[in-house]
């Protein structure tokens, strides 16, 4: 699941990272700063953990639709609901596009199967802020004084968090949690 900063922050911590919450930069992050680049408001299908990372954002009158790790959000209903607002113009936008992750009771479905559906049923491609890519990492540095070489990325998955950081020239650090 991908975490909030704050429970980022604590495990962290535990961890012995000496890190500040403004110095972690996670794809909940990266869609925050696209939707207020973009100026929309989001139909926003996260777990109920991720929401105090978009506190103050208006929901209401959604003019964008963004899927994330959700699973109590994937059943038809909603589906549809996302069907119709995309039918409408309002552009999907998908955290990341992850196929599984770990459950306690093993492997489960991430947002990738979901958003390809979506994908598929609008002849559409979502805009994807995920960490395979070079442009999350490098919005990541945007603002800061950190070359790439001075940065690390901590992940579980060596192809969706470690390809794009190598790419750039950050460093990758793989934990054994999630999925490894």
Do not use: W
Request: hydrophobic share 40%; aromatic share 8%.
């Amino acid at each position: 699941m991908k975490e909030c900063k704050r429970d980022l922050l604590e495990r962290l911590t535990k961890l012995g990272f000496d890190i500040a919450e403004n110095e972690i930069f996670t794809s909940l992050t990266a869609i925050r700063n696209l939707r207020e680049q973009k100026q929309v408001q989001p139909l926003l299908l996260v777990d109920k953990k991720a929401l105090p990372d978009f506190t103050g954002i208006a929901t209401d009158d959604p003019i964008a639709v963004v899927v994330g790790l959700a699973p109590e959000h994937f059943h038809y209903e909603m589906m549809n609901e996302e069907f119709r607002l995309i039918l409408d113009g309002t552009p999907l936008i998908a955290i990341h596009k992850a196929r599984y992750f770990k459950k306690k009771n093993g492997l489960a479905l991430g947002p990738g199967p979901f958003v390809a559906g979506l994908e598929y049923a609008m002849d559409t491609k979502a805009t994807v802020v995920e960490k395979s890519g070079k442009t999350f990492f490098l919005e990541a540095l945007r603002g800061t004084s950190c070359a790439p070489e001075e940065a690390v990325m901590i992940g579980d998955d060596c192809r969706d968090d470690d390809s794009g950081a190598q790419d750039v020239g950050v460093r990758g650090i793989l934990v054994r949690t999630g999925k490894y």
